[in-house]
């Protein structure tokens, strides 16, 4: 809880897929109308976590990122490396309540813009100054992260919940029939 509003997060792992389920719920608890803007931020390896401790950043050089409008979702890839390399796929999607489409909204997947210059992920400089700044850009990226964003209009004592939705599979096809499925 902070200054009148309350969050609660509930985390699940679906059964029978890789994904995993962040359902997110925001309350007003204040007589009046509170505008929020809420983003999401996580940092990517596809990769074992041996592999990605010994080299991360040399890791990260093989992941490619891509928009899939149409699922509200964003995709990303690790490229194989060598023939005996699997490739890797991650679906991503943020789900709003008593939304009509999946949208994905503003992004960012390069955490150098997101983050910037000497900064921190607690207080990184796409979210300074005036407004949100997020590219919504794709493709290879040096560091690449999911970032996504949305606003959400509170009315006095009332909540509203999103979801997001992340799921990791051997092909993109894969990797998006569970967010297609939990885009309501």
Same mark, same amino acid.
């Given at each position: 809880?902070? &200054?009148? !509003?309350?969050?609660?997060?509930?985390?699940?792992?679906?059964?029978?897929?890789?994904?995993?389920?962040?359902?997110? %719920?925001?309350?007003?608890?204040?007589?009046?109308?509170? *505008?929020?803007?809420?983003?999401?931020?996580?940092?990517?390896?596809?990769?074992?976590?041996?592999?990605?401790?010994?080299?991360?950043?040399?890791?990260?050089?093989? !992941?490619?990122?891509?928009?899939? @409008?149409?699922?509200?979702?964003?995709?990303? *890839? &690790?490229?194989?490396?060598?023939?005996?390399?699997? @490739?890797?796929?991650?679906?991503?999607?943020?789900?709003?309540?008593?939304?009509?489409?999946?949208?994905?909204?503003?992004?960012?997947?390069? *955490?150098?813009?997101? !983050?910037? &210059?000497?900064?921190?992920?607690?207080?990184?400089?796409?979210?300074?100054? +005036?407004?949100?700044?997020? #590219?919504?850009?794709?493709?290879? #990226?040096? +560091?690449?992260?999911?970032?996504?964003?949305?606003?959400?209009?509170?009315?006095?004592?009332?909540?509203?919940?999103?979801? %997001?939705?992340? %799921?990791?599979?051997? +092909?993109? #096809? #894969?990797?998006?029939?569970?967010? *297609? &499925?939990?885009?309501?």
């Amino acid at each position: 809880r902070f &200054r009148d !509003i309350a969050v609660r997060i509930d985390v699940t792992v679906a059964t029978g897929s890789d994904t995993e389920i962040r359902r997110i %719920t925001i309350a007003n608890q204040s007589d009046r109308t509170r *505008r929020i803007s809420l983003v999401s931020y996580a940092e990517l390896a596809l990769a074992p976590m041996s592999l990605d401790e010994r080299h991360p950043a040399f890791n990260k050089l093989f !992941i490619e990122s891509e928009s899939v @409008p149409e699922a509200g979702a964003l995709v990303y *890839r &690790r490229r194989p490396r060598s023939s005996d390399d699997d @490739p890797v796929f991650l679906a991503y999607s943020l789900v709003l309540e008593d939304a009509e489409a999946p949208s994905l909204g503003l992004f960012e997947t390069d *955490r150098a813009r997101f !983050i910037g &210059r000497g900064s921190d992920a607690s207080c990184p400089v796409a979210l300074m100054g +005036d407004g949100i700044v997020l #590219t919504s850009a794709t493709g290879a #990226t040096l +560091d690449p992260v999911v970032v996504s964003h949305c606003e959400l209009e509170l009315a006095p004592y009332g909540e509203a919940r999103i979801a %997001t939705v992340m %799921t990791a599979a051997r +092909d993109r #096809t #894969t990797a998006l029939t569970p967010v *297609r &499925r939990f885009q309501s």
